[in-house]
């Protein structure tokens, strides 16, 4: 494995796997190819995907294995500069400025100079992620880019490009030692080409059903096997309707979760109908599924299950 800061990055696809899987996160195949990649290459990484399939969590977990910081900034709109790079504390300095003034200070320069020096300089989640910790680069998560406006896109450019952020009264900050960059969108908008041509990209596509399987196996330890296989058959026809919103892994998890806390042994109509809140999150869809569209579901899960068994 290579040195890096924190603990040492794999050399291979299957040491990407490895070390995520040790943190119970199933990566397949394809994400640990450009994770590893991303690494290698030491280049920003792009995850996109539909809400709740598991992009955000790869940052946690590839921060918590390799034992680095986790630096992340949530984007929403109206996200401008002040709030995600850097702002200057400027009841400090008008401070600074009246004491200068009470003690008869008259060198202006000297005065503009301490007043934009660091210590005045508040450092927000882009300029932590840059400047770091001395030996043990962050993993900087940039969460749900595709919420912000192409202005601030456009100053991130310089950030993913070189690593580096400009301020005009201090001066170029520039990383020592580059973070771990991953970036995620769910795709509300399209991100601009020029920011993702700095970057690896990656679609993150729902589980298969195996997959799934799999994850509820480890993250929900005391569902009974044949509630988690029929968890997940529902699961998998329900993203084959056309809902207003498809439930990713999270909701899997969380319903599977639910279920077990009800101590459910299988799936029947009264308990779809008693918990969808954990599955579904709008009521459109809701009402859908509580009505025949469930119940042909759940007839249709417990056949194939039963052929399959057969």
Not at 157 to 173: A, H, K, M, R, Y
Not at 208 to 213: F, G, I, N
Request: glycine share 6%.
């Amino acid at each position: 494995m290579a040195e890096t800061s924190g603990k040492v990055l794999p050399e291979s696809i299957d040491g990407i796997i490895d070390l995520l899987s040790a943190e119970d996160y199933l990566a397949a195949r394809p994400l640990a190819t450009v994770l590893f990649l991303a690494l290698r290459m030491g280049r920003p990484l792009f995850l996109e995907g539909e809400a709740g399939v598991g992009k955000t969590e790869v940052a946690k977990v590839l921060a918590k294995a390799l034992d680095r910081p986790l630096i992340r900034l949530q984007c929403y709109e109206g996200l401008d500069v002040a709030s995600a790079v850097y702002e200057w504390n400027y009841p400090a300095q008008m401070l600074e400025i009246r004491m200068a003034e009470a003690s008869g200070v008259s060198d202006r320069s000297r005065l503009e100079s301490d007043i934009f020096s660091e210590r005045y300089l508040i450092r927000r989640p882009v300029l932590q992620a840059i400047q770091g910790e001395p030996g043990r680069a962050p993993v900087f998560l940039i969460d749900e880019l595709d919420r912000t406006d192409e202005a601030f896109e456009a100053f991130l450019l310089e950030v993913l490009s070189d690593f580096q952020v400009t301020i005009p009264e201090f001066g170029t900050v520039k990383a020592a030692e580059p973070p771990i960059v991953i970036v995620t969108s769910n795709r509300t908008r399209e991100v601009h080409d020029a920011l993702k041509r700095r970057c690896l990209y990656h679609w993150v596509d729902y589980p298969s059903a195996a997959d799934e399987l799999a994850i509820i196996r480890r993250k929900v330890k005391g569902c009974n096997e044949q509630l988690s296989r029929q968890i997940v058959a529902y699961v998998q026809k329900l993203r084959t309707i056309d809902l207003f919103k498809n439930p990713g892994i999270a909701e899997t998890i969380d319903w599977a979760t639910a279920l077990t806390e009800l101590d459910r042994l299988a799936l029947d109509p009264e308990t779809i109908a008693d918990t969808l809140g954990t599955l579904l999150k709008y009521q459109e869809d809701i009402a859908r599924i509580q009505g025949s569209d469930g119940e042909k579901l759940l007839s249709e899960v417990k056949a194939e299950l039963l052929a399959k068994a057969g």
